[in-house]
């Protein structure tokens, strides 16, 4: 056996699967153990043989960057190895996520819990973003916490590295509910802000307990974050009516923020009002949102350890499972359907039947932007 | 972009706890793919050893004595090879436009693949395929499978899936690579910053310190030293005086003698400055044919496809398969058995689609 042959195998037997916990299109995810430390780990194999073009970009994003990334607030990849056709990415097991926990009613949340999850996210997004790299796809559901209370930020599939201003990226990222204006107008340069209007919207969710802005449609999208915030004036935002994709959607008026958050202290509404500046340039970037007086006024942030969990032991929606790939789109693989269409799965019976109906689907997405 | 400047491989010094670690020593490639040039020679030996060693037994096992007059290849010669494949990444680079990322990459990842790998198992002509399809996807260049082989002659879109999980195993699926190019457009911005000089610098200066970095990729110099100092010392080949007054402008600030100064880099650029001005260039096409010709030989039998030793090591690898799903079913039956096992009947407990191995 060769020796990388034997590396991989050395590899795997570290890691122990115990059960399937989800089941997806083009991933499967199990619960285990590190085999030493009896550490509770999830394996997430990706069936990487259904693709005609091999290793698929989702999960040489998510394998790239988490390789490269360690910090308290991003998700930790173990390891990775290979078996057959099937490419496995160990992950610490969270056993959680952000949405489950704002949609679980018999939780009650302070304000010092909402600005314990503000600080763990701002702190992940800055190691992102020093790190010159863009997650593109924050939202509840990809922040995940850990038993501890430490809340993680998770699937990379879609993120990206940026440099040089002037280099040309898709604007088909970002689940919609999330998704900033300049992205909706078909921008194609942009940078870390689009990340910092995905935590407004977010900050605002764990105080509403609802979605902000759930646009039904890109057009709709628009027009939600337009009612929502007024829509921009040329002063507001110079230039966005020469974006690619810049259509008028109407005129409405800005209502004051206090309106919708009634209980929110001013400091609260000065730092979500900044992540939801429409200039991009002038939104307030991750470290500077660190050192806003949100953070230092009180209440101070709940203790990791002190924060609402969810009561019942929930398997994480099996959805999650695919990531962002959708085989069956044009776009460079993303997800951003909102939540009321999501596929979730019911039976493990039907499961299968669905998984072999997409495998049989070759419509294959044409090489994606860069 | 001067941060990686100080992290030398020869730097042993004690941190400022106070100090944040520079982002680049977080990297991958400085944790994993850094070493002295002795460290490298002595990999590609032991790595020469075991593979001669290991082909010699296959032989021996098909044929006693026929390994015996066979001739195999040095560490050296492997490196030769692989550097003339190293020469034919940009050329196919430049014929399907990929940008200077993929190429650079691409050539990172064919270098660290015979750091695990060696020539006579895989040949370098294949890996180097596979290596650059891997790098347009890993550096967000994707292009389809279909249109890389089209425009490659003889060869089909099988040879480059099939080694794609050996090359990304082999690179431990640590994808990203910093380069000295993305260094070298570091300093050529900084310059630009600088009061004392003359901000009409010509093009040309730039294009003569990328050349040198090009050259650069061709010998182990991204093996042993930083992106940035690579690309200081080919600044430095291109345009000495420029070169220093941005060292200055760098170091200047209350240089303190536990820190980085203008003498502890002389000497490492000087070692860059040679191996770029050595060894910066293909190898003779002569001594690589000879090289060529002798793997015909002494290549590993077990991945030749068709041959006795190759059927071997598919049919013991086929028995293994088979005893574990003899295992499986097993366990899956002696799961049914168990009073709570006919609730789960019909949804199949195993499926062979799924095998966790």
């Not at chain 2, 789960?344 to 966790?356: E, F, H, R």
């Amino acid at each position: 056996m060769d020796a990388v042959e034997k590396a991989n195998t050395a590899r795997q037997q570290q890691w122990i699967k115990d059960r399937k916990v989800g089941e997806g299109t083009y991933a499967v995810v199990y619960q285990g153990r590190e085999a030493s430390t009896k550490r509770k780990i999830a394996v997430k194999k990706i069936k990487v043989g259904q693709f005609k073009d091999g290793l698929d970009m989702s999960a040489i994003r998510e394998v790239k960057y988490l390789r490269e990334l360690k910090h308290q607030n991003v998700i930790e990849l173990l390891d990775v190895f290979s078996s057959k056709t099937n490419l496995n990415l160990v992950l610490e097991f969270l056993d959680s996520d952000l949405e489950m926990i704002i949609k679980d009613r018999s939780l009650v949340f302070l304000p010092a819990d909402i600005k314990s999850w503000m600080a763990m996210t701002f702190r992940g997004l800055e190691f992102c973003h020093r790190n010159w790299i863009l997650h593109r796809d924050l939202k509840p559901n990809n922040l995940l916490i850990a038993s501890d209370g430490q809340l993680k930020l998770a699937d990379f599939g879609l993120a990206r590295d940026f440099a040089d201003p002037g280099y040309k990226m898709t604007c088909q990222v970002i689940t919609r509910w999330y998704r900033p204006p300049e992205l909706l107008f078909g921008c194609r340069y942009y940078g870390t802000a689009v990340d910092i209007w995905s935590v407004g919207c977010i900050f605002a969710e764990l105080m509403l307990r609802i979605p902000y802005l759930p646009g039904e449609s890109d057009m709709d999208q628009l027009k939600t974050i337009f009612r929502a915030l007024g829509t921009p004036t040329e002063d507001d935002w110079p230039g966005h009516t020469k974006l690619p994709d810049y259509v008028p959607v109407g005129q409405f008026p800005k209502p004051p923020m206090r309106d919708l958050f009634t209980a929110a202290t001013a400091d609260t509404l000065n730092l979500l009002s900044k992540c939801l500046i429409y200039e991009p340039r002038k939104r307030i970037s991750a470290l500077e949102a660190l050192s806003h007086p949100y953070f230092f006024a009180l209440p101070y942030p709940t203790h990791p350890s002190k924060l609402p969990k969810c009561s019942t032991v929930v398997n994480k929606p099996l959805d999650e499972v695919d990531a962002n790939v959708d085989m069956n789109s044009s776009g460079p693989g993303v997800k951003a359907t909102s939540k009321g269409l999501k596929r979730k799965l019911t039976s493990p019976t039907e499961a299968k039947a669905r998984s072999i109906a997409r495998r049989l689907d070759f419509s294959k997405a044409p090489p994606s932007s860069p | 972009m001067s941060t990686g400047l100080v992290a030398s491989s020869e730097n042993t010094e004690s941190k400022d706890p106070q100090q944040r670690q520079p982002l680049y020593e977080a990297s991958t490639q400085f944790r994993n793919w850094r070493f002295s040039s002795e460290g490298l020679a002595q990999i590609r030996e032991k790595l020469n050893e075991a593979a001669v060693a290991a082909i010699r037994n296959t032989f021996e096992v098909d044929q006693p004595g026929s390994s015996a007059n066979v001739a195999f290849l040095h560490a050296n010669e492997e490196v030769t090879l692989v550097k003339l494949y190293l020469t034919k990444i940009p050329q196919l680079c430049a014929m399907f436009r990929f940008p200077e990322e993929v190429e650079a990459t691409a050539i990172s990842y064919l270098k660290r693949f015979y750091l695990k790998n060696t020539v006579m198992d895989w040949h370098p002509k294949n890996v180097m395929l596979t290596a650059l399809f891997l790098a347009t996807k890993t550096t967000n260049n994707p292009i389809s499978l279909e249109t890389y082989t089209a425009h490659i002659p003889k060869t089909a879109p099988s040879d480059v899936l099939d080694l794609e999980f050996l090359v990304a195993q082999s690179l431990n699926f640590e994808f990203t690579v910093w380069h000295a190019h993305r260094a070298l457009w570091g300093i050529w911005l900084d310059l630009q910053s600088l009061p004392d000089v003359d901000q009409n610098l010509s093009p040309s200066i730039h294009d003569t310190a990328l050349n040198h970095i090009r050259a650069s990729r061709l010998t182990d110099a991204e093996l042993i030293y930083t992106p940035s100092q690579i690309a200081l010392a080919a600044f430095t080949l291109a345009a000495p005086d420029l070169a220093l007054k941005w060292a200055q402008s760098k170091l200047l600030p209350n240089v303190t003698s536990s820190q980085l100064s203008l003498d502890t880099i002389s000497p490492v650029l000087e070692l860059i400055k040679s191996m770029i001005l050595n060894e910066g260039h293909a190898p003779d096409v002569e001594a690589v044919r000879e090289v060529d010709r002798r793997l015909r030989i002494c290549k590993n039998p077990e991945k030749v496809v068709g041959s006795k030793a190759y059927l071997a090591k598919q049919a013991e690898e086929e028995r293994k398969a088979e005893e574990k799903r003899h295992k499986k079913v097993l366990e899956m039956q002696k799961g049914q058995s168990d009073p709570f096992g006919d609730e789960i009947q019909g949804t199949s407990l195993v499926d062979y689609d799924d095998d966790d191995d």
